[in-house]
């Protein structure tokens, strides 16, 4: 079957289990095991970071457990802590994998553009009070929309050799005193939305200049490329099958 969540990852060490710390799967496992006496086997459909949320994540889930799909989400809900749901459960075929059967997915960035800070928002979005223009910045994240090799844009530890990427769409908006950064393409390296804002936002406020996103990309350099978003800002917005 395939489960979706959504959860605040603010005090997981991602999704994937961690031998010494707490990981969303580690909570979704602990919760299935009091309602069917099982951890089941679980194939998540991205790694998250630390500190990363998702609008929503999809799993796959075999287990021997006979429980019907609507009282198996209202169970998980009730033994999942407050700060992970449970908002769909969906039979798949038996071949289904929650992340080789994704066709792509999107992630959102929040960035708060303001000076004054807001104690309800720091661990759900990203604090920045230079004053940034979303319209710049649109325009210039058009750059990174089609197939190109992604290379500069993947953070040390990443494990993939192949960083040929396509990047369907990249849209920059602001919502109030948000900017939100909302990428979609056909798979992500390793901290590689989080340096495509940082680098965006490198370029509105003048570290880097406007039109060197090409040449960075061309150079498949990560030092050329800019900082490193904080995970606070980042979600996955929504996978597609």
Known sequence: MLITLRFAGTRYAGFQVQINALSVCTAFQDA???????????????????????????????????????????ALNRFLPEDIAAVDIAEVPPDFHARYSAAGKEYLYKLRNSRIKDPFSPQLSYRFGFPLDEKLLDGQAQAF?????????????GDIQDTVRTIVSFRVVREGEYIHFIVRGDGFLYKMVRIMVGTLIDIGRGKLPPGCLPAIIESKNRSKAGKTAPACGLYLNDVFY
């Open 32 to 74: 299935l095991e009091q309602i069917t006496g099982d951890r089941g086997q679980i194939k998540g459909c991205s790694r998250t970071d630390a500190g990363v949320h998702a609008n929503k994540y999809c799993l796959s889930l075999k287990t021997t457990s006979k429980i019907a799909p609507g009282k198996l989400l209202l």
């Open 145 to 157: 929309v089609g197939k190109h090799d992604f290379a500069a844009f993947q953070a040390k530890g």
